[in-house]
């Protein structure tokens, strides 16, 4: 089964055609950053408008990549929610038309399950060949690390973007259940943050991770947020490094946060941007141990979202599945292979004329 994916939640305008939830045949990728870089962040408005001119061309591309016509595509998958009203309206009213054009079922998927499906796409994987022991081996012992291609269930899910950042459990396919979630700001957002305090390009995360291949991360020390069971808060962890630099550079808190980067030398833009991140890499991995020790049916652990292109990240949890990191970022192709699971899993497709979309709405629902 051929599946055209397409992904428009955020600032990248994506299509993929993916062939049995797997195999991709196609994943073109037109990215905002270079729009966004100027301002620091994304800006709704222009980013649809961004995606209304490339949106087209880049799902012509998807065909021609695939070497694919109309009649070859089974069915089309769009991302409905959660995301930017903008963005998602450009992308689903894209599928909803070509839907009815060409007379193809349609699928609309809910942007966290499309990135936790990156781990079923076939070019993912440099990690299926688990060690037997690690960080999360020693917190579940009937936690099985293997050599498998694809990850087995019951399995958790850590899903870290730039708007979420959440802990699923998940009994089969398409089965999402939320065992922890931020209470405040996500781990990417952080990085976002946290890059704009540093004076580091946005988007923050490859910024950061850039940085820090040069800095020291025991230089500065910040505290673990007391969050109780699996839930995560990363808005105080901002603000710890907004405090540590201002006493760095000796500069009172009512100080513009905009203007610490003048102060600070590469040295010490390189040391808060390694110690930052393995704060929030341990935080993360402290909060998935005890997710393991909580569920010891657990046969997988998966990671996905935008963070988990983070190397530091990647080689602390060698037992786990990520995606290629081309795939951990938005994309087109893992929207086809959660739709393909949804098929699988006897999701009926939705009506082209009367499809929705919803910017703020839960995995569960
Ligand atoms: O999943 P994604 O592409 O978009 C959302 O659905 O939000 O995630 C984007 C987030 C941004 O906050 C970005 O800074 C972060 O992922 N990110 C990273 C890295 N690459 C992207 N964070 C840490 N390390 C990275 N290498
Ligand atoms: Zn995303």
Not at 46 to 56: F, G, P, W
Not at 127 to 146: I, Q, V
Not at 165 to 179: D, R, S
Request: glycine share 6%.
């Amino acid at each position: 089964m051929k599946i055209l994916g397409i992904e428009t939640s955020c600032d990248e305008t994506a299509a993929a055609v993916v062939e049995d939830g797997a195999r991709i045949l196609s994943n073109v990728v037109v990215s905002q950053i270079d729009i966004f870089k100027e301002y620091g962040g994304v800006i709704p408005e222009v980013a649809a408008r961004s995606h209304l001119e490339a949106m087209m061309p880049v799902v012509n591309k998807a065909l021609s990549d695939a070497s694919c016509n109309w009649d070859d595509i089974d069915a089309i998958a769009v991302t409905h929610a959660p995301g930017l009203l903008g963005s998602l309206l450009i992308g689903t009213l894209t599928a909803r038309t070509l839907a009815i054009l060409h007379d193809k079922p349609l699928y609309a998927v809910h942007h966290l399950k499309s990135h936790v499906y990156a781990n079923w796409l076939d070019s993912t994987g440099e990690n299926r060949l688990s060690p037997a022991s690690g960080p999360l081996k020693s917190a579940c012992p009937s936690f099985s690390p293997s050599a498998r291609l694809k990850p087995i269930f019951p399995l958790i899910a850590l899903v870290v973007s730039g708007g979420h950042t959440q802990i699923l459990y998940m009994a089969g396919h398409n089965q999402f259940e939320i065992i922890g979630t931020t209470n405040d700001d996500a781990v990417g957002e952080c990085f976002d943050k946290v890059a704009k305090i540093l004076g580091l390009p946005y988007p923050g995360g490859p910024s950061i991770a850039k940085a820090a291949l040069t800095g020291d991360a025991s230089k500065y020390k910040f505290p673990h947020p007391k969050v109780p069971e699996l839930d995560f808060s990363f808005s105080g962890l901002k603000t710890a490094v907004l405090r540590a630099v201002q006493k760095e550079v000796g500069v009172p808190i009512s100080y513009p946060s905009h203007q610490l980067k003048e102060l600070l030398n590469p040295k010490q833009v390189a040391d808060f941007a390694a110690s930052f991140q393995k704060t929030a890499v341990d935080i993360l991995i402290e909060k998935l141990k005890m997710a393991l020790e909580q569920h010891p049916d657990v046969k997988s652990v998966v990671v996905a979202g935008g963070v988990s292109a983070n190397e530091v990240l990647r080689k602390a949890l060698k037992e786990a599945y990520f995606p290629a990191p081309k795939l951990s970022g938005d994309n087109g192709a893992m929207v086809a292979a959660a739709a393909y699971y949804e098929v699988q899993s006897g999701v009926k497709s939705t009506d082209p004329y009367s499809l929705n979309i919803y910017p703020r709405v839960s995995i569960e629902k």
